[in-house]
């Protein structure tokens, strides 16, 4: 079984900040490319930020300059960095990762995602 579990979201003003983490546990035998989405009220569920193993990452054009993504390979987890916070980005932001889990002899990989966390901008 594998769990990822979000933290860091709240309320936060106009150009604040705020730092999301996120940790995946359980029978994990690597964890390929990881992300991070959110979903505002009436809205579809949006790519945020995405960081492969390797340390690539790649952001929507909303965030760039003002988000950074990271992971921290040896713990599993990743990391989003938000300045400069605008109402817009009030959502739920959802943690996303690949996981390949060790099955008996062989290697199944699924994609896993988190239980979300509140991020509120008030202006």
């Known amino acids: 079984q594998v769990q990822l579990v979000e933290s860091g979201g709240g309320l936060v003003q106009s150009g604040g900040s705020l730092r999301l983490s996120c940790a995946a546990s359980g029978s994990i035998f690597s964890i390929n490319t990881m992300g991070w989405y959110r979903q505002a009220p009436g809205k579809q569920r949006e790519l945020v930020a995405t960081?492969?193993?390797?340390?690539?990452?790649d952001y929507v054009d909303s965030v760039k300059g003002r988000f950074t993504i990271s992971r921290d390979n040896a713990k599993n987890a990743v990391y989003l960095q938000m300045n400069s916070l605008k109402p817009e980005d009030t959502a739920v932001y959802y943690c996303?990762?690949?996981?390949?889990?060790?099955?008996?002899?062989?290697?199944?990989?699924?994609?896993?995602w988190g239980q979300g966390t509140q991020v509120t901008v008030s202006s």
């Open positions: 996303n990762a690949d996981i390949s889990r060790l099955v008996g002899v062989k290697i199944a990989i699924a994609n896993y």
């Open positions: 960081i492969t193993r390797g340390g690539i990452t």
